[in-house]
């Protein structure tokens, strides 16, 4: 009886902090949720059985996430931001509803009682995302629009991401003057203001989505960069930091897997009201950044203007911490176009490429080192590899004749024993793999690759 009462507190509990999330979904301005995904109850959002994401729309307009903006001027923009969703979603979609109309004609249940009225819009023909894909990254697609703030400009972006996973395939961005946005709010010209603007960067947004898909890095490595803050900025007058990390995040998203840092809630809650099971992608390197502002003595900084940015590296399976660091002074100025260019240094990009070949999809797994009947291995995690995953030597792959040599995951190891690859690079987590007995030894250097062989073998042999 306590037990069965337990779960009923627990199941409610998860109801209330979703009845929080719905809230804010159907609101159309989003500053901060303080609810993650695991306050949700995994009774109710993992299926017994594998999903394909059937239940998801093809397209989802999100609710604008806001970071840095006085509430006093969003109150004031309110009605323009609803009219650029509905226009933004009037262009994208050729049909659209709200999304408990979409799950309720899909037959999926939905909590009753709770207000929702959120533009999530079912999209049937795209701009040429769905005919250009090239994996599950393609679809469905979620569209959010951020408006934030640095210094005297305000900046919106368009993200077009991965619906399921909340990977950034395409992002573009502009900005405005703060004087210019306030003075439109007065003459009622805002909409005017800003329609052009969101018109040309949701086209690059979704250009850039479509060359990210014809490349998709996913396919090539299993590196999924993640950008934390050490700490936000709270001074209104230097802006939001979160601007920062999305300027980076556009940045490398066109070469790297990016993970986005906004919208994780909201799909988090449609996810919900579709009964779909945990998806989002989690980052396999994790870039903490610190964002120095200049010392302004004046009341509003301006373009251009010099900030120093220092970043530190972790893996992400074991929170490993990778003893390289970035540290440089970068001078933000405005292109022709009002978007904010910011220089990267060589250094960043040539480390990030050194993660991406370590662990990239095409690599042979090598044993590094042997204790007994275990052998320890150069990739792990991260790069793919989970409990019970079986492994052949590669040598039984190109020759049928040669001795068997076979082993199956059984743990994980971390940067504490030291290993390196025989290349001398530090080994930050990896696998260990145990050798049946009967079988030749195995060696050091040796590669393996994964087994196509089931287990257990079907009955009766085909």
């Known amino acids: 009886m306590r037990a069965t009462s337990l779960r009923k507190r627990v199941v409610v509990k ?10 804010a979904l159907a609101s159309t301005f989003i500053a901060s949720i303080s609810f993650g995904e695991q306050a949700i109850s995994p009774s109710e959002t993992s299926p017994t059985k594998k999903s394909s994401h059937e239940n998801y729309p093809e397209g989802l307009i999100l609710p604008w996430t806001i970071h840095g903006v006085l509430p006093e001027i969003v109150k004031k923009s309110e009605t323009v931001l609803n009219d650029i969703k509905k226009r933004l979603a009037s262009k994208l979609f050729t049909s659209g509803q709200p999304l408990f109309d979409f799950v309720n ?29 090239k994996s599950a990254l393609a679809a469905p697609v979620a569209f959010e629009l951020v408006w934030s703030s640095l210094n005297d400009r305000y900046v919106v972006f368009v993200l077009t991401k991965d619906a399921v996973k ?15 946005w306030e003075a439109a709010l007065k003459s009622k ?37 993640g950008f934390a ?5 709270t001074r209104i007058q230097d802006g939001s930091s979160y601007t920062l990390n999305l300027l980076l995040c556009e940045q490398l998203s066109p070469t790297y ?41 004046s009341n509003q900084p301006k373009f251009p203007f010099t900030i120093n940015l220092y970043m530190n590296f972790a893996e992400s399976v074991l929170g490993s911490h990778i003893p390289s660091a970035y540290d440089a002074n970068l001078k933000l100025e405005l292109n022709l176009d009002e978007s904010i260019a910011l220089p990267l240094e060589g250094n960043l990009r040539s480390f990030l490429e050194g993660e ?44 049928q004749n040669a001795e068997s040599v076979k082993g199956h995951i059984v743990g994980y190891y971390g940067a504490d024993l030291g290993l390196t690859t025989p290349g ?29 062989q089931k287990f257990p073998a079907p009955w009766p042999p085909q």
Do not use: C
Not at 166 to 171: D, P, R, V
Not at 229 to 233: A, D, N, V
């Open 189 to 225: 010209s805002l909409l005017q203001l800003l329609q052009p603007k969101i018109d040309k960067i949701s086209d690059t947004s979704l250009a850039r989505a479509e060359q990210h898909l014809q490349n998709d890095p996913s396919l090539k490595s299993a590196l999924h960069i």
């Open 14 to 23: 998860s109801f209330a902090l979703h009845a929080t999330l719905l809230a």
């Open 356 to 399: 991406a070949q370590s662990l990239a999809l095409n690599a042979p797994i090598k044993v590094i080192k042997t204790f007994g009947a275990w052998a320890y291995l150069d990739k792990g995690r991260a790069f793919g590899l989970k409990i019970n995953d079986r492994l052949i030597a590669s040598s039984n792959i190109s020759n």
């Open 105 to 133: 004609q899909k037959s999926i249940w939905s909590p009753s009682g709770i207000p929702i009225s959120a533009l999530v819009f079912a999209r049937t023909t795209p701009s040429g995302i769905l005919s250009t894909k």
């Open 257 to 297: 897997v990016v993970t986005s840092p906004t919208g994780g809630e909201q799909l988090g809650t449609v996810r919900f009201l579709l009964k779909e099971p945990p998806s989002l992608m989690r980052p396999t390197r994790a870039v903490i950044t610190t964002w120095n502002f200049p010392q302004n003595t």
């Open 424 to 452: 001398g690079q530090k080994i930050y987590e990896g696998a260990i793999m145990f050798i049946r007995k009967g079988q030749p030894l195995v060696t050091i250097g040796q590669a393996f690759t994964f087994d196509s």
């Open 166 to 180: 909340n990977s950034i395939l395409g992002a573009s961005h502009t900005t405005i003057s703060k004087k210019e």
């Open 229 to 233: 803050l050490r700490q936000e900025t």
